[in-house]
């Protein structure tokens, strides 16, 4: 899967709490939409104390493409406040030092934030050796056989990612996205072009 889709020069940090906000808009949603909706609520403000200052009518307004906005902006809102009134500021940059299990816990205690989710700002935003698991890589994983048809996403993470050496995950996960894109895809994959059919039990099936 490396030599098919070259896989990601590197693992960079991002500001965790742009990642956080960035990942909400995501959900349930096309990346073109969230990446509109999170620009918009930048473009209105700035910093995110600002957003606390227009309150959660104009965030909702500025966060419309990505939908479900009746939805996102209070949860937002409420995810600033929180972190505002227990951090004392406006950052999650203490994610990138304290022990992954305590950064994961902090961040699914916070409204609506799953494990998909905060694994995501772990990853990509602070650099830490997680597996999120998404639509893709669950779909992937139970094709490959590596876990029961059944599962579900948040059962797959708490079983591969001790199994995976921690230098391994960003790139395995980032490859199996790229995946599912291109050609593990949820109706007609391409199992004819797929680098890894001699080891997939489901793409060896009749059809």
């Excluded at 960035?22 to 959900?27: A, E, G, P, Y």
């Excluded at 409204?111 to 602070?126: E, H, I, N, Q, R």
């Excluded at 391409?190 to 060896?204: E, F, I, K, T």
Aim: aromatic share 6%.
């Amino acid at each position: 899967m490396r030599k098919a889709y070259s896989g990601p020069s590197g693992q960079e940090r991002g500001d965790p709490l742009d990642g956080l906000i960035q990942t909400i808009l995501s959900q349930n949603t096309t990346s073109s939409n969230a990446a509109a909706a999170f620009a918009e609520l930048k473009r209105r403000c700035p910093t995110w104390g600002d957003c606390l200052r227009v309150g959660v009518l104009a965030v909702r307004r500025a966060i419309r493409s990505a939908g479900l906005a009746g939805i996102r902006a209070p949860r937002i809102i409420g995810i600033l406040r929180r972190i505002e009134a227990e951090q004392g500021r406006l950052s999650l940059d203490f994610l990138w030092r304290v022990p992954v299990r305590e950064a994961r816990s902090y961040l699914e205690s916070l409204p609506g934030v799953g494990p998909k989710t905060a694994s995501c700002v772990l990853l990509f935003d602070c650099g830490r050796p997680v597996f999120p698991v998404d639509t893709h890589v669950a779909r992937i994983t139970r094709r490959l056989g590596w876990v029961p048809a059944s599962t579900s996403p948040e059962a797959i993470q708490t079983i591969l990612e001790p199994l995976i050496p921690p230098q391994l995950r960003y790139g395995l996960h980032v490859n199996l996205i790229a995946h599912g894109r291109q050609l593990c895809r949820p109706q007609r994959p391409r199992c004819d072009l797929c680098p890894v059919l001699p080891y997939c039990p489901a793409g060896q099936q009749p059809r």
